[in-house]
């Protein structure tokens, strides 16, 4: 009887121990599985994609944020006065910054941008088109990575979310154009293939305490485009 007693408790021992071993093998989780080749999107150029929609589904385009152009533009706010802060703030549609570049802090401010973010063409921000055909013909730019945007300001009271979509309508309709992002180089005895990085980036800047209005900040939205060269 009693040695009956003691196989039923090592019985019980053993049973223990596989219990407690299947629970530590259930508590493994399995590997997530490595993704496909999608891009990954995010931050507000997620927001510039999902509205430009079927303007950029393109294979040698991708829409996706940059780093070093998100320092730029936070940095280059430094230049913005308050008086002109103050006048930015009062507007109630999307307009490009250029409008003010008769400005000397906007124009401070736009040339720090532009060599921070390491524009090509230091004056094509000036000129507020993101059509890249120009870069394509033989200009000297037709085998080389280069770079080109514009900036963007909303009233600080829509939300950055929001000032995004709003300067994607402005966006869509040149990337609309025929030719605006061409797919090789249209000049020269060899040929070159393109790719394309779109990148919105944003920064807001708010008024002093003093102030008040509508809103008491602004919203700087830059889009750049970024185009690599490969020979065919």
């Not at 259930?26 to 999107?41: A, Y």
């Not at 103050?86 to 906007?106: C, H, M, P, Q, W």
């Amino acid at each position: 009887m009693k040695l009956k007693k003691i196989a039923s408790l090592a019985l019980a021992g053993i049973m223990a121990v596989s219990m407690l071993a299947g629970c530590g093998d259930n508590d493994k989780k399995d590997p997530t599985p490595e993704q496909g080749g999608e891009t990954v999107v995010a931050g507000f150029s997620a927001t510039l994609a999902d509205k430009l929609g079927d303007v950029v589904d393109e294979d040698y385009i991708t829409v996706k944020d940059n780093a070093a152009d998100i320092t730029a533009l936070e940095k280059a706010l430094n230049y913005i006065s308050e008086p002109t802060l103050e006048d930015l703030a009062k507007k109630t549609s999307v307009e490009n910054l250029t409008t003010y570049i008769g400005r000397l802090d906007v124009e401070n401010m736009v040339d720090d941008f532009m060599d921070r973010a390491d524009f090509t063409l230091k004056d094509s921000i000036k000129e507020s088109d993101l059509q890249m055909a120009w870069y394509a013909g033989n200009n000297g730019y037709d085998n080389r990575t280069v770079k080109d945007g514009t900036i963007y300001i909303v009233n600080g009271a829509v939300g950055e979310d929001e000032a995004v979509k709003l300067v994607a309508a402005k966006v869509k309709a040149q990337f609309e154009a025929a030719g605006a992002l061409p797919e090789h180089n249209v000049a020269g005895e060899d040929k070159y293939d393109y790719d394309y990085v779109i990148s919105a980036s944003v920064a807001s800047k708010a008024l002093d305490d003093t102030y008040v209005g509508a809103a008491n900040s602004v919203v700087f939205v830059a889009v750049t485009v970024t185009r690599t060269a490969s020979a065919d």
